[in-house]
């Protein structure tokens, strides 16, 4: 008899900064919806005031707007919302103040099971570093563990959209933003670390044809990817490298094979964020970059991804 828990996915997103954010939260809506997963808590490290309003409209479309939704706990890093506020508005969302994601972080995850959570980040740290520094009884939430105790206890592992491993010179978006929070998180973080790193994602592709084929177009994420494209991007070609989806794809399905590991390692921040791994000095719990399986090219990883997009009934009335 299995006992092992459902699993509990929790996502720390910069929605808005890039259209890959809103394609990894259908991922998690879709597996939700099959009952493959809890859905509890999205939280955001984009200080965009459109930013929660823009993740809440896409919990509605899905109708899974009881996902609690937390703002961004300190402003730092790039705040991009086009995309965010034309979903919002368009599902009538004002841009509002919102709960604070790190008081929501610790109540969610004091009341899951232990060692349930799957956390999924795909932004900035920030949100993940100050957690990491909360006492307990943070703020008098009644809470009897520190941010630390409360995650080794409660999460099983951390899947991050960050750095590198072809390049250690590189400085990945998500890192930079907020170097002390990346360096914080994978030094102190007291689980497993599995990173998905630029060079996984700018491989596989998010293809604006098949997008348009099995969206409805009254999808929001639909919506947001035609403005990303058209109004940020300006740009004809709408396909996108898949960097949080990917992070989120090992989340939802670890034992799948879909990736092998390099690792176990260290991974240490430089001064510029670059990303620096050391396999000579595995630090525990352990961190690993996800790499590719000669038997699993790129383009597997693009139709398994596709799958997770797809929305029932899409095909049929957009005449795709």
Not at 58 to 72: A, F, M, N, P, W
Not at 184 to 192: C, D, G, N, R, Y
Request: one cysteine or more; proline letters at 6%.
């Amino acid at each position: 008899m299995n006992n092992k828990p459902t699993p509990v996915i929790i996502f720390d997103t910069d929605m808005g900064n890039d259209i890959d954010d809103a394609l990894a939260q259908v991922m998690a809506l879709r597996a939700s919806a099959a009952g493959r997963i809890q859905f509890p808590l999205v939280t955001s490290s984009n200080a965009s005031p459109w930013a929660v309003p823009g993740i809440q409209a896409i919990l509605k479309y899905y109708k899974q707007d009881s996902v609690e939704v937390g703002g961004c706990a300190a402003t730092i890093g790039l705040a991009h919302g086009a995309f965010t506020q034309k979903i919002a508005e368009e599902m009538h969302l004002p841009a509002s103040e919102a709960r604070d994601a790190v008081k929501l972080l610790r109540k969610v995850l004091h009341e899951q099971k232990d060692g349930s959570v799957r956390v999924v980040v795909t932004g900035f740290s920030t949100n993940l570093a100050i957690l990491l520094d909360t006492e307990a009884n943070h703020e008098g939430d009644a809470i009897p563990l520190s941010g630390k105790d409360l995650i080794r206890q409660k999460v099983e592992f951390l899947s991050m959209m960050a750095g590198d491993s072809e390049r250690p010179e590189f400085t990945e978006f998500n890192v930079k933003e907020n170097i002390p929070a990346a360096r914080k998180v994978l030094a102190e973080w007291p689980t497993p670390v599995y990173i998905s790193g630029y060079e996984i994602g700018s491989r596989v592709f998010s293809r604006g044809d098949l997008l348009q084929k099995t969206l409805l177009p009254d999808n929001p994420v639909w919506v947001a990817y035609k403005t990303f494209f058209q109004d940020v991007l300006k740009d004809k070609k709408w396909d996108r490298p898949s960097w949080d989806q990917t992070a989120m794809l090992w989340a939802l399905e670890p034992d799948k094979g879909h990736f092998d590991l390099k690792g176990p390692g260290t991974i240490e921040v430089g001064e510029k964020g670059e990303t620096l791994f050391s396999e000579n000095r595995p630090s525990s719990p352990a961190r690993y970059f996800l790499r590719f399986k000669d038997s699993i090219p790129s383009e597997k990883i693009e139709e398994i991804l596709q799958s997770w997009y797809a929305e029932p009934g899409a095909e049929l009335k957009t005449g795709g």
